[in-house]
């Protein structure tokens, strides 16, 4: 195997001074690569250390202890100063999250994402969100049905709500008068869908492995019940529509400001676990779908 070279060719970040946070997470291998690339990297800890920087890198970690730890060590009101000033500022992973938007507190999100300069003052911003897979096992089902399914998305509502568009990957099914299961034939009770618009969800993907848990009646009262929340999906069909010819994406328009963002969001699975699709209602790459 080649062996990587200690430096890389000249390159605009010559002669800078970078800071990366380091107060957790992974900060030691953006040093490194802006060491390759010729730029001073700094370590910021404290207030001081970001005097006579020309950027800041805030890097992946854990974002809720990287928040806690900026506030222990004063750095919270500076770096908040930096982005509303318009200075260059890149965030990775709980970077992004950190950088958001305008915070309240701890359980908020901060100012920005990703603001890399001023930019032109006419420049329209479209925030995605976007989350792993919702996929409740029974004993947080069980919270649920306790505390009420809002209650799960207390502390992602924030960051969801803020974005012109949160996606989640739904996992499984929602099948009235069955009872709620997880492991290994997932079905989940109704309300859960609300509680997902409800923390800012506007679309999923049905296209996944566990969507047949309930049968084809239970994937059709799972896409009635998203679309009765007001949540668009791609990945799956109703059954009367099982042999129609079928989109291969979900265009999508989001508008902000008079400008409009045009998505094409597509939802494919690799199988559905052995369980039988007898009408071929899931889109399965290379798979007859019907798909135009």
């Known amino acids: 195997m080649p062996e990587v070279a200690d430096t890389l060719p000249p390159s605009e970040f010559s002669g800078l001074t970078i800071g990366v946070l380091a107060l957790q997470g992974a900060f030691i291998e953006h040093v490194q690569m802006l060491q390759r690339l010729g730029a001073t990297a700094r370590e910021v800890r404290l207030p001081s250390d970001l005097d006579g920087l020309d950027g800041l890198i805030i890097p992946g970690g854990e974002s809720t202890t990287i928040g806690k730890l900026l ?14 000033s318009g200075f ?10 950190l950088l958001a938007k305008d915070i309240g507190g701890l359980d908020q999100p901060l100012l920005a994402a990703n603001m890399c300069g001023a930019g032109d003052p006419s420049d329209i911003h479209f925030t995605l969100a976007a989350t792993g897979d ?11 049905e306790a505390q009420g399914y809002d209650y799960l998305f207390d502390h992602v509502r924030p960051f969801l709500k803020a974005a012109d568009l949160a ?17 290994p034939a997932f079905n989940y009770a109704t309300p859960l869908a609300l509680a997902l618009k409800n923390a800012g969800i506007g679309l999923v993907s049905t296209a996944n492995n566990p969507i047949m848990d ?12 998203l679309q009765q929340a007001g949540i668009m999906q791609h990945g799956a069909v109703a059954s009367p529509a099982a042999d129609q010819p079928r989109p291969i994406y ?18 494919f699975s690799w199988g559905t676990n052995g369980i039988p699709d007898p009408l071929n209602q899931v889109n399965l790459p290379g798979g007859r779908r019907n798909c135009q």
């Open 134 to 144: 919702t996929f409740p096992h029974e004993n947080i089902q069980n919270v649920g």
């Open 167 to 183: 996606y989640t990957n739904f996992d499984g099914a929602m099948l009235a008068g069955s009872a709620y299961t997880g492991y």
């Open 71 to 84: 506030v222990h060590y004063e750095l919270l009101e500076p770096l908040r100063r930096l982005v509303d």
């Open 214 to 225: 309930r049968r084809q009646e239970g994937l059709d009262a799972t896409l009635q019940v």
């Open 88 to 97: 260059p500022i890149y965030g990775t992973c709980a970077g992004t999250i």
């Open 250 to 267: 979900l265009p999508i328009t989001l508008t902000r400001g008079g400008a409009n963002l045009k998505i094409a969001f597509l939802s």
